[in-house]
């Protein structure tokens, strides 16, 4: 499985835009971006993905490099109930059973 | 809509017994996946199933962790002789033909002392 790359953790203000960068140089023709985050005691949860282009959705924003070997999770206004640990993900669209190979995602710490 | 669940969402056990964890997956949902999640890291996947078969198992860490789902939806992972290492939570998740997005449980807890 392809590797990704994130930070450990971050901190952000409330209301405010966060970024979470990750890397992927090794990522295949065939491999999709996922997102997921993890509240404290929960499960994880789908966040947004994509193949090439930008795309939106109403938990966040997934800008994607040109070259595919990075791509960037934008949540546009951090609350207090975004505080989890995010995770990038990459997805083989052509092999079987579609698993998730997570790393150590990025903790998102909020400050009120 | 139902999410996932499973139960019991704490298990402690001695070493040495054997724990069942149950899983139900959303309502007509044909993939269903198991996850091991230690403390303080990510997930890891264990295995996977496609309806009432079994098609990746290639997470599971030894023969003494063996999992079904006999009806194609309902599933369970039993752990035979339980070790001290095999304290982790363990996460179930399905997905439908909407192959993208995987929804998880909340997870069991299991500590072996």
């Known amino acids: 499985d392809a590797k990704t790359t994130q930070p450990n953790s971050m901190e952000s203000n409330e209301e405010e835009p966060v970024h979470l960068p990750c890397n992927h140089s090794t990522i295949s023709g065939t491999d999709y971006i996922h997102w997921y985050r993890q509240l404290p005691s929960q499960g994880p949860e789908y966040v947004i993905h994509g193949l090439t282009s930008n795309v939106n959705n109403r938990m966040a924003s997934l800008a994607i490099a040109e070259d595919r070997k990075s791509s960037t999770l934008i949540l546009h206004r951090a609350t207090l109930r975004d505080a989890a640990v995010y995770y990038c993900?990459?997805?083989?669209?052509?092999?079987?059973?579609?698993?998730?190979?997570f790393g150590g995602g990025t903790r998102v710490l909020v400050k009120p | 809509g139902a999410g996932v669940s499973q139960s019991p969402r704490y298990k402690v056990a001695k070493r040495g017994q054997d724990v069942a964890l149950r899983c139900d997956p959303i309502s007509g949902h044909v993939s269903l996946f198991w996850y091991q999640q230690a403390l303080g890291q990510g997930p890891e996947f264990l295995t996977y199933?496609?309806?009432?078969?079994?098609?990746?198992k290639s997470g599971l860490p030894s023969d003494r962790f063996f999992a079904e789902r006999p009806e194609g939806s309902v599933s369970t992972l039993k752990i035979q002789r339980t070790q001290q290492e095999d304290s982790a939570v363990y996460l179930c998740?399905?997905?439908?033909?909407?192959?993208?997005?995987?929804?998880f449980g909340p997870g069991t807890r299991l500590t072996v002392l």
């Open positions: 998740a399905s997905s439908s033909d909407r192959i993208y997005e995987q929804f």
């Open positions: 993900i990459l997805r083989d669209n052509q092999a079987a059973g579609n698993k998730l190979t």
């Open positions: 199933f496609q309806n009432e078969a079994q098609l990746d």
